[in-house]
């Protein structure tokens, strides 16, 4: 494995697993990584600057937070200057401390600080491991985005048994080349999607909906994400898991999702796949509408509801470089994409056709409208469309300044 130029910002959490992080060290420098670390203070009671500095050839920073540090070079600075933070081994303390952004020591802060990726490898007891607190820090810190290696199972110091042990150093080594190898195009973009159906109350438990499940701009989401986009998806309700590394406003309405739109924004690209109402209803009622028997059905009033696509592709300072609608089509799918691309005012459509299973299916037969002409894809997984869909926007932005 060669790592040559690379540099790795390695954090390290107190814990007995600590030891282990030697050898990972030595597995960095074999692979001609440069090291930097930090060592929280529990981290000092398992291994010391001294051996680490030894193996690393590099500067040991302490979260003793003393001037020489801050002066020489600022948590900023720390995290500027490396491609890839590590945590290792991160105890439950450490992600819990992550997860609610609490910035009191200097691991804490570089970690605040930094907008570089960051790949983290747990090591607990078992209990500790499992218990409901870290298990929505983790899920949580996944969502913004950071990367797990382990923890294992096996063995552990503590004499039990069960999941919670480092991961091996060569698992951490080879999950580290991964995330400095996966491409990033778009890193630096704030990508905005709108995914899932929209509810418009008739009363409060009675609501108009539609068909459409959000795996399509979920998916988009997660793609888009992963090419290293800073995400925010938009979600009308759904009923599949928020996608990993993408920050999610969950909203009911068509009004709440151009509210959650507009305040969202600046962002470079905007893909609206939501489902949104086309129409509300008026006169909503704050008590459930009662069955008089009978009386005649009440007759619902409806009125229009915002174009959510429309409003963000309007002209103005806070347009998006890029916006993309899509148009759910059951006939003549590429000339309805075509124009409405012009009446939405938007840069690109994508046309799908939804004459059988589409909505809430696995697959998506999708034909991207663009200046240039028509892409036709064939009928595909809605996860491939999604990457599809990225990479066409990476492309898009290959070269543009930020
Ligand atoms: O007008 P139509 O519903 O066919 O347009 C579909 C496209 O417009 C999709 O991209 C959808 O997300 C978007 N749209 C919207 N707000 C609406 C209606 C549609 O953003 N109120």
């Known amino acids: 494995m060669n790592l040559a130029g690379k540099r790795i910002l390695l954090i390290v959490g107190g814990g007995i697993a600590a030891y282990k992080v030697l050898e990972l060290i030595r597995l960095l420098r074999k692979a001609q990584a440069s090291v930097s670390t930090v060592l929280t203070a529990a981290a000092q009671h398992f291994v010391t600057p001294l051996a680490v500095q030894a193996l690393t050839e590099s500067r040991v920073y302490t979260d003793l937070f003393s001037l020489t540090d801050e002066n020489e070079m600022g948590h900023i600075q720390l995290s500027r200057a490396a491609d890839l933070l590590v945590v290792a081994p991160a105890t439950a303390n450490l992600l819990a401390r992550m997860a609610a952004g609490l910035a009191d020591d200097l691991a804490t802060t570089v970690l605040l600080a930094t907008d570089k990726p960051v790949l983290v490898a747990p090591a607990m007891n078992v209990r500790m491991w499992q218990h409901a607190a870290t298990q929505t820090n983790v899920a949580l810190l996944a969502r913004r985005g950071v990367a797990f290696v382990g923890p294992d199972e096996g063995p552990m110091a503590c004499n039990e048994h069960g999941p919670g ?147 963000l592709a309007a002209p103005g300072p806070s347009r998006p470089l890029l916006v993309v609608g899509f148009a759910a089509e059951t006939e003549n799918l590429d000339a309805n994409a075509i124009a409405k691309r012009v009446r939405k005012g938007c840069d690109w459509i994508v046309g799908n056709d939804v004459s059988g299973d589409v909505m809430g299916g696995e697959a998506n037969e999708v034909h991207l409208v663009t200046e240039s002409g028509v892409l036709a894809w064939p009928r ?23």
Not at 174 to 190: K, M, N, Q, S, V
Not at 227 to 236: F, I, N
Not at 257 to 262: D, I
Not at 383 to 400: C, I, K, T, Y
């Open 380 to 402: 595909l997984p809605k996860e491939e469309v999604a990457r599809r869909l990225a990479m066409q926007v990476a492309d898009h932005f290959a070269g543009r300044a930020r």
């Open 165 to 311: 042990r480092l991961a091996e150093p060569q698992a951490i080594l080879e999950a580290i080349a991964a995330a400095l190898t996966a491409p990033r195009p778009l890193a630096g973009r704030h990508i905005l999607v709108t995914s899932g159906p929209t509810h418009e109350p008739i009363d409060p438990v009675r609501y108009i909906a539609n068909r459409s499940s959000g795996r399509q701009g979920h998916a988009i989401a997660a793609a888009l994400a992963h090419l290293g986009a800073r995400v925010t998806l938009v979600s009308g309700p759904v009923a599949i898991p928020d996608p990993a590394g993408v920050a999610v406003r969950h909203v009911e309405t068509a009004e709440q999702m151009l509210a959650a739109c507009s305040a969202s924004l600046p962002a470079d690209a905007a893909i609206c796949a939501a489902a949104v109402a086309d129409w509300r209803v008026t006169g909503t009622t704050a008590a459930k509408i009662k069955k008089v028997p009978g009386a005649p059905p009440p007759a619902l009033a409806l009125t229009t509801n915002p174009d959510i696509l429309a409003t």
